[in-house]
């Protein structure tokens, strides 16, 4: 690592502060992100929204919470240098929680490209978001903010 200088400190808590914001922002998400996929896709399929449809769907949802949001926030937490991947792709680990209830209700699988189904294999309703937004519009600005603050301390530390 290279002497960053006098502003090293500040960058990194800049940074710190973005990941926290994107990790709040993404535990807001997860649970509201679990019911569309399950309720538009229960509409697709004319499968009615039961209670015992909208209960599975709300364990899904905090389960999902819980576990993706949690390695979200771990993984944004850590230093850039030890990260060893990014939050999109944890969160596209989150479509398990809505498959498995669409599962159990039966729901046909959706139509993919080859491409989803090479790359995504297990996501059978086409649920894998490919930006944050996709998940929820609320995530793509601390997404943003949070991407340009790691690019830029990723970069001072390394003379640039």
Known sequence: MSDAGPNQGDDD???HDYAV???DAVDAALGPWV???VECRCADAGIALTDDVRAATADA???C???IGGRVRALLLCDIDEQSGTPLTVLRDAVRYPTAVLDGLGVPERARDAFARRSFPEDRYDLT???FAEIDE???EPGLAWGAAKAFVHRRRRGG
């Open 65 to 67: 919470i819980t576990e």
């Open 138 to 140: 609320s995530l793509h």
């Open 21 to 23: 914001a994107l990790a």
């Open 61 to 63: 949802a905090d389960s």
């Open 129 to 131: 978001p490919a930006s």
């Open 35 to 37: 019911r569309r996929c």
């Open 13 to 15: 808590a800049r940074l």
